[in-house]
């Protein structure tokens, strides 16, 4: 048995679209922070057939069984058991398939000893779920071309940025990322442009990061999230993944940076507002964020490391 340990990662560049070729790659560079307190845990065993359990439930994940067929074909893998294990809501707009697909190769890569590197292994996470790339490193990571495998920006001890998560609905999503990205990339009368803007966007992130300069990643990180929620919004049919209190957080947050506070959104396919701070506001945020209504849950996450085996 192996078992392997990785987080989610919340984009501050935004990827919203994939190329139209085999591969699962997106149509835009991207960046990510990796989050330390969220976590998905996988064991892989040796078994007769192919078995997958999520959070204690046998489940039937297409994703996951064409991913395993995948590498099944490529490196003639015996069938696997595998038990996989979120300590956070699952398909809840908290990245949950990213630090999946990291867990799920990183495992496997160890059980059945394919000696794969750690560039490898993000382009096999990245065939299950494309933002899954980010989560096999840690720090702020990024996934560009040509190669479309993630790369580390820098690491988490470079900038001790802090994450405040507003749960606003626990259940699922009613429209997965994927069919979502899709449907903007047909039908909104942005995407283009959302095409053209997406490598400034991307320099100007990752500039604000080796600098460390909070206010001009928060314009940036906050632009990118909200084009991509226009894209969103603008897709026939249109589609919304906020709820009443998503919004009033971000009006929260606006507000708490015009107090002072270091501080500024994101949000992804999902309801949940992840605030990212600087460690000095982060107890002002998560309490302020707390006292909005309809905020069922608040997480707080220090940035983490990459997808690695925590036992053999
Ligand atoms: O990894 P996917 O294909 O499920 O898409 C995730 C897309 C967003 O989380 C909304 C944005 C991103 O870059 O992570």
Known sequence: MTTALAHPNIALVKYWGKQDKAGNMPATPNLSITLSELSTVTTIGDSDRFQFQLNGEPVDDPKVSALIAAMTENFNLPPLRIDSTNNFPTSAGLASSAAGFAALVTAVDAHCKLGMNPALRSEWARRGSASAARSICGGFVALVPPDWQAQSLAPA???P???????TRQEAKDVSSTEGMERSRITSPFYNQWLRSAGD?????????????????????????????????????????????????MDRVRELRSQGEAVFFTVDAGPQIKAVCLPE????????????????????????????????
């Open 161 to 167: 940025l802090e994450v405040v998560v507003a749960i």
């Open 281 to 312: 506001s982060r107890a002002a945020v998560a309490k302020a964020l707390a006292d909005v209504p309809g905020v069922l849950e608040i997480l707080c996450s220090p940035l983490g490391e990459g997808a690695r085996i925590i036992n053999d």
């Open 157 to 159: 001890q470079h900038w």
């Open 201 to 249: 966007d991307y320099a100007e992130a990752s500039a604000a990061i080796t600098e460390r300069d909070f206010e001009k990643l928060a314009a940036i990180a906050e632009l990118s999230c909200l084009k991509m929620h226009s894209l969103m919004l603008t897709s026939r049919p249109t589609l919304s993944y906020w709820t009443p209190a998503s919004v009033a957080c």
